[in-house]
Every structure is written in structure tokens, then in C-alpha cells.
């Protein structure tokens, strides 16, 4: 199954540009990216809430990816609306075509908590960059964490760069979950212990 939902990660990586033609077979839209999907059950959730909807979901972790190969498999979802990636996800975004997506979510990443560390967050002016050029104008890039260094980094790298805006108007816009939210394993897991999960919302200008 994973070698008809990828696309070949030698060629992609020798192409400047990857058209969402070439990587679903045919013209599609909307299309949304989860970069860091884990096991895959928030990816799972989006195609049953939004069956119109295309996917793209990265997830370079072996285990994660099995999960939710097995997941999709038991679902009877339509492999037609998903493509993953099991690689770096910023080397697929960089090919993606300008202004092809509607969402990008980056849910729960990698905090690197050493100072030393922070350079390799995600959440980066290159990084957040890429995503405004791959975005439609007014697409969301959905962001979350239960650590309150990393959100503080989250959102002090994406309200200073000029394509985002933060669409929060008050505290309750990112401390309560929104209604059509999907838990993750790992978000559950950290609220069991009694861990604060940040949710983050900004807009492609």
C-alpha cells in the first residue's frame, strides 16, 4: 500500500516542483498537509469529517506510519484522498506548487527544549516562509502543544513574520479546545496528566 501512496522519494527530491497532479493523479482540490502525523489518527479523523477533501500527510517515524497504514486500511477510506510521506516533511513542502493548500497543521512537534536545541524547531522563519508560499491566501496553518515554552516560541515566530496573522481575539480562542477537534493519542495522554494542550490558529495573509 505505502508504495501506491507515495510518491517516489528519489525523483520527488530531484524535481524543483511537485504538481498536486502528479502526486494524486489528477487535478484536486482543497488539499490540507499534516506534517507529523504519528500514529495517524487525527489524519483518520479529517478524511471522515471532510471526505472532500485531499490529504497529504508526512510522518518519517516507521512505527507511526504502519499505524496508520492499518488504520486506513480498516477505515475503507478512499486511498484516492490521501498521499503520505515518510521522509523530512520540509522537503516535500518545498516542492509543493505555490498556493496549492488550504491547511497545514503542525500538531504536538518535537519541543527540542535545549536552548541549543531551538534552531531545529519546526516552527522557523525558512520554515514558516515555505508554508505561506505553498498556502492559498486566507489558508490556516493549525498549530498545537502542550508545552508552554514551545507554544510561547509558536506563536512569537509566526506573529513576526509578515504573511500570518493570529486569528485568536482572546485567551479562550487557544487555551479551550475547538469544537470540531480531533484528540490526539499523544494530546490525550498529556491531558490525563494534567498537561495544558495550546491550540494555535493563524491566517495566510
Known sequence: MLVRLQPDIATTKA????????????AVSPVWFEIGFGSGEHLIGLMRQH????????????????????????????ETHIRVWMEDAILLAERLPDQSLER??????????????????????????????????????????????????????????PDFNWTAQRADDWRIMPADWIPTRYESKGKAKGRQQIYLMFNRN
Open 15 to 26: 524535481q524543483k516542483r511537485l504538481p498536486l497532479e502528479d502526486l494524486f493523479g489528477a
Open 104 to 161: 497545514i497543521y503542525v500538531l504536538n512537534p518535537d519541543p527540542w527544549p535545549k536552548k541549543r536545541h531551538h534552531k531545529r524547531r519546526i516552527i522557523n522563519q525558512e520554515n514558516l516562509t515555505t508554508f505561506a508560499r505553498i498556502l492559498k491566501p486566507g489558508g490556516l496553518l493549525v498549530m498545537s502543544t502542550d508545552v508552554a515554552d514551545l507554544a510561547d516560541w509558536m506563536v512569537t515566530e509566526a506573529s513576526r513574520h
Open 51 to 78: 471526505p472532500e477533501v485531499y490529504m497529504i500527510g508526512a510522518e518519517p517515524f516507521i512505527n507511526g506510519m504502519a499505524n496508520f497504514l492499518q488504520a486506513l486500511a480498516e477505515s475503507k477510506l478512499p
